[in-house]
Every structure is written in structure tokens, then in C-alpha cells.
């Protein structure tokens, strides 16, 4: 009835919660499908001793990394279930997850459903923010014109794959493919599978932990890169259905990130002549002005300035809780919590 994708990659020691708190779901019509991602730190060994321990548990195993995205869609390629969704390798569902997920499914006749999720920092379940919302049925053509913008810089629905369940279906539409990026590539994939999506339920109903650190407690170099390819992705998607009230959001949203970039350069010690690099080239190709250009926000008319000294000046301020957070996280990574 419902196949379960998680991409692994260099899971070892964190995965145990995860596939355990899957098998011990209070549904148990599932199939558990565990796509190794090169990993080579002993997770496809891991996953071996749980697929011996139980049949639902299937395993892909690619010999090179290739990214979550990709791991993810081959996941979805073997899978037989009448629903998917998602699980990254360190996080846990609560034991009636799946099961909450499935009958508001199928009382509901939606195409996607969405729980209330539950952050927390590590192993000892420190709870940081819960995040669960009023239940909604939301069916086209409302559907699409109010709540598409969730996927251009406003926060209404949800954009990550984990703590939802799908149709099967969906993911045979056109255009639903791997995008290649490694950060937001859940976005993408959300963003491509809407446009398709007749019904939509939200439940307040707790469904996923989701674990704090990983890719947020070091330098990430991908980051800026794929959501800046991500950007001219949105305005090529809002060309495509003509959803131009999302345009100034998005540019809005692309100010943010360069600024949170600036930020993660000035967190990880790179120096102000790098940073300043950055700045000029940004500016010398355009990209601030076309980011910035009649959008009537004041991030984006700061932006616009385009003083360097004034943009490292901004972001240096309150710098110190950023530092402060990212200590926290390192400790969590290091003492395996």
C-alpha cells in the first residue's frame, strides 16, 4: 500500500532510529525502500542486517554518490505502493504516522497530505520548534492560484518531501524529474509535482522528527549556487503558468540568500577580501540589479545601494547568535547526540 523512500548516505550511526521507528510503525502494509548512496562507512552493512531482519526492507545500492535527489527518484522507480513519502536516514516518525497520513488520505481523497513536523537537537529529543497547522482541505482551482506561491518565497505550505504522503501517481507526470542540486532539491521536486495536484490536506496530527545539524553546522559550498540556479528555475516557472504575482517575492526572496551567503562566508572565517570578491562580482554581472530592480522591499531597495561596506556591515550585526548556534550544532555532531 505505501512505499516508504529514504536515501542514505554515510548513515551509520544515526540510521538506527530511523528504520526502527519505520518497522514499528502501527501500519504495516509497507514496503521500506533504502537507497545506499555510495555511502562508505559501513550504512549498506547496516541496511543488509535490517533486510534480513524483515522483507518489507528493500535496498538500492549505487557503487558512486549521487547526490539526494537522484537517490531519492530511484527509490521512487522501485516502488510498488499505491502512496509514497519520505524519510531522511536521521529522523524518526512517531509509531502512527504512516497511518494517520494514510486514512486522512483516503478519507479525504487527497493527492498529498501534510503533518505537523517536530524539530528537535539530537538523540535527547530537545524539542526546538513545532510545526503543525489548523487542518485544510484545499482542492483546485484554489488550490493552485492562492497556495502555489508557497514554493516562491511566502511560507504557507510546506516545501520539504518528509512528513507528507503522495499518490503514487503524481510522480509520473511530466516534468517530474531529478533536478541534480543538492540543496532545495526537495523544493524542486514539490514545485514540479503542484501544478498536478487536485487535493491537498494539512493535519495538525504530528508525523516526523526532524533532526537538527548535518548540512546547517558547516560550510555548505553548494548552497548559494543551487539556489541561485533555483531562482531563474521559479522565474522560467512563473513565465510558464503566468504566475506573476510570485515574481517579486521570489527576486525578494534571492536578496535574502545573498545576504545569507554573506553570512555563512563571514560564520566560517573567510576572509573580507573574499567576501568583497563576491559582492563585486555579483554586482559587475548584473545579478543585484536584476534581484532588486522596481522590487518595493526594503531588503531588495538596500540591496540596491550596492555599497560592499555597508552590506558586510548589515550582516556582521547579531553575527554572534549565528556563531553561538553553530557551536551548538558542532557539539551535537561530535558527541553523536
Known sequence: MISVVVPCYNVKRVMSKCLDSLLNQSFHDLEIILVNDGSNDGTLDCMRRYALKDDRVKIVNFLQNRGPDQARFSGIINSTG?????????????????????????????DIV????????????????????????????????????SFFGINILSVNLWGKLYRRSLFDSPGVKPSEFIMGEDLVLNMRLFPYVNKYCVIPDIVYYYRLGGMTSRYNRHLYSDLK??????????????????????????????????????????????????????IDSGFIDEITKNVPYPTAQFLSNKDEEMIINRVRKGLWKDRVKRVIYKCISVLNL
Open 82 to 110: 499505491d502512496y509514497i513519502t519520505f524519510a531522511d536516514a536521521d529522523d524518526w516518525l512517531p509509531s502512527n504516522a504512516i497511518e494517520t497520513l494514510l486514512k486522512t488520505a483516503k478519507t479525504t481523497g487527497a
Open 229 to 282: 540556479a533555483q531562482y531563474y528555475l521559479k522565474m522560467n516557472t512563473i513565465a510558464k503558468y503566468e504566475y506573476y504575482k510570485a515574481t517579486n517575492f521570489t527576486k525578494s526572496e534571492m536578496c535574502h540568500v545573498f545576504l545569507s551567503q554573506i553570512k555563512q562566508m563571514l560564520l566560517y572565517w573567510k576572509s573580507k577580501k573574499e567576501v568583497k570578491s563576491f559582492i563585486q562580482q555579483e
Open 114 to 149: 501534510e503533518g505537523g513536523k517536530i524539530r528537535v537537537l539530537g538523540n535527547l529529543g530537545l524539542i526546538k520548534r513545532i510545526s503543525n497547522k489548523s487542518r485544510q482541505e484545499i482542492e483546485t482551482p484554489e488550490l493552485f492560484d492562492k497556495y502555489f506561491i
